[in-house]
């Protein structure tokens, strides 16, 4: 009997619904393996489909088409190597499976069905699937590996069952979303699983931007006892090859390569890139635009979508009115020079007074107020959407979480777009981003290097420039004490005794409360945008519009 196995891990980049083009990518991974002389070519959970792929997956002539792929998959694949493919299942019960699909000699040889199903978060998969029964390991060869999905590893009860069933190694297939310090969480958990079994473990993930939701990869292998033996990188589509030989205690890993994970300014820049440029060639956009304020989160949308798409795909947008300062005009075009896009100017003052005019007769003995401002921020979003659809341009939105937190935009105006990378900055972390961009370039920017943020956006203090000498700070706290109060009531669900006793102002607090309630409805028609917390808003926090209470303490 052989004394070892090598295992290719396909750590790729799924398109949702594109069942025929993953199963190509499957493909071709399957002919690396086999090149490589691999015995079983490994990919992430529900590939076949793109993960997740809530309510679609629930519709039978898709998971139907998902069925058939998988066994001309295997028809196709079977001269060489096993290979392993998370795709929906319907048994003939017809219950539906979130299943993983182990291909030999042109058959199904093994089929695993998740056992634990995450419902928390943006998981929501007892929605749509059935639970699976506790299983054993499968028949590999030389030695029996088991394969539990993703969640079943955050538990002990599977891995325990496959360890007790006789297995060798714990093949673990995920679509584990990015959030920040995710990975440290992750490992924890993998480690506990091969000290409780005492066997080798191999962590796979995907790359992929899908909606809000970003996959880093970052997959790894461990030995007993926690023993790093390989860390692939995280946001990088790759195949890497790992050996294991049977020695005195069992199958052990080979050491290979162990990537260095970046820190989290730059996780998040790079997520923000890669769910931007995701969303884009997946939804069929090749070109962007946005309105270039001269404010610090046009700037760094800008910046992420040159990064994402290239300088020549993106155009920027400057819409002056009045009150718009000579400072802000010069910065946004010499941020459209550094950068290297293309750069408009479209001043709003006409069609601003065409609208106020009409209105007059109307408004007639009502003095000018935050009505007046909105006109200005819903005739921008109405001329850069005439942009978007006259050239094909997807418009990005630009507010921060601190902005959509508070409901701090105009909905139907700035708020317009089809994607807004900075949905889940806060904006004091806008600065530190915008500093590390300025400071680092890295091989996967597509913009140039250097200082490509003008650092006077970045000190200036912000402004919505919509009346004369306005500042944020004229209707919000400073930045600093908002996103504070917003970590605790949004992040957090800390009460507001809770804000006080870390020493925040209790008007200040209820304030903010109150702005967080009055604007979901705002929230709920915003366009998408990057996750990069544990809350973000859309799934993660799912609040009702209509809501009276108010937390009494």
């Known amino acids: 009997m052989p004394d070892r196995f ?11 619904g594109d069942i ?17 002389g691999a015995d079983f070519v490994v990919l992430p959970e529900m590939f076949l489909t793109g993960y997740q792929p809530q309510d679609l997956v629930m519709k039978p002539a898709f998971a139907h088409d998902a069925m058939a792929a998988v066994e001309a998959l295997a028809r196709e694949c079977a001269d060489g190597p096993m290979l392993g493919i998370g795709a929906p299942y319907v048994a003939e019960t017809g219950l539906l499976y979130n299943a993983y699909a182990v291909l030999k000699a042109g058959q199904v040889h093994y089929r695993k069905l998740k056992t634990e199903l995450p419902n928390y978060n943006v998981f929501d998969e007892k929605r749509v699937f059935a639970s699976g029964p506790l299983s054993g390991p499968f028949d590999a060869g030389p030695l029996r590996i088991g394969l539990p999905i993703c969640e ?24 584990s979303p990015y959030r920040r310090d995710k990975f440290g969480v992750r490992m924890h958990h993998m480690v506990a699983r091969v000290v409780e079994t005492g066997l080798p473990l191999v962590y796979l993930n995907q790359v992929a931007g899908q909606d809000d939701q970003v996959f880093d990869g970052g997959s790894f292998v461990l030995n007993r006892k926690g023993a790093l033996a390989l860390q692939m990188p995280v946001f990088e589509e790759m195949i890497s090859h790992v050996d294991f030989h049977e020695g005195p ?19 998040d820049y790079r997520a923000m890139v890669l769910s931007l440029g995701d969303y884009m060639r997946k939804c069929g956009f090749k070109t962007a635009l946005l309105g270039l304020s001269g404010g610090v989160d046009s700037a760094l949308t800008a910046a992420i979508a040159a990064d994402a798409l290239g300088p020549e795909n993106l155009r920027a947008v400057m819409l002056p009115s009045e009150y718009t300062s000579g400072h802000s005009l010069e910065d946004a075009k010499l941020a459209a020079e550094r950068l290297g896009c293309r750069y408009d100017f479209v001043p709003i003052t006409e069609g601003r007074d065409a609208i106020t005019n009409t209105l007059a007769p109307l408004f007639e003995g009502r003095e000018p107020d935050v009505t007046e401002e909105n006109i200005q921020s819903r005739l921008r979003g109405l001329l850069l959407m005439a942009l978007s659809n006259k050239f094909g341009e997807m418009l990005l939105t630009t ?37 590390w961009r300025n400071a680092h370039h890295r091989p996967w920017m597509k913009a140039p290097a250097g200082e490509v943020i003008p650092v006077r ?53 209820k304030r903010i409360e109150h702005l967080i309630y009055i604007s979901e409805y705002k929230r709920f028609q915003s366009a998408p945008g990057t996750r990069l917390s544990n809350r973000a808003f859309w799934l993660d926090r799912r609040y009702p519009i209509a809501n009276r209470w108010r937390d009494p303490s």
């Open 249 to 267: 205690e069992g199958w052990v890993a080979e050491e290979g390569e162990k990537a260095v994970h970046p820190g989290t300014l730059e996780q």
């Open 399 to 435: 507010g921060n979480k601190s902005e959509v937190a508070v409901g701090y935009a105009t909905i139907y105006g700035d708020m317009n777009g089809g994607y807004n990378p900075l949905k889940d900055l806060y904006k004091t972390r806008v600065f530190e981003v915008c500093r």
């Open 457 to 509: 956006i970045i000190d200036k203090p912000p402004s919505a420039e919509l009346r004369a000498d306005q500042k944020d700070e004229d209707s919000l706290p400073p930045y600093d004490v908002l996103d504070g109060i917003l970590e605790m009531l949004v992040d957090r669900e800390a009460s507001v005794a809770d804000c006080v006793a870390a020493g925040f102002d209790r008007e200040v607090v």
């Open 20 to 36: 025929a083009g993953n199963a190509a990518q499957a493909k071709a991974a399957w002919e690396a393996g086999r090149d490589a």
């Open 152 to 175: 079943d590893a955050w538990f002990p009860d599977v891995a325990e069952a496959m360890a007790e069933s006789g297995a060798d190694i714990l093949v673990v297939p995920n679509g």
């Open 6 to 16: 090598r295992l290719t891990l396909a750590q790729l980049n799924p398109v949702m």
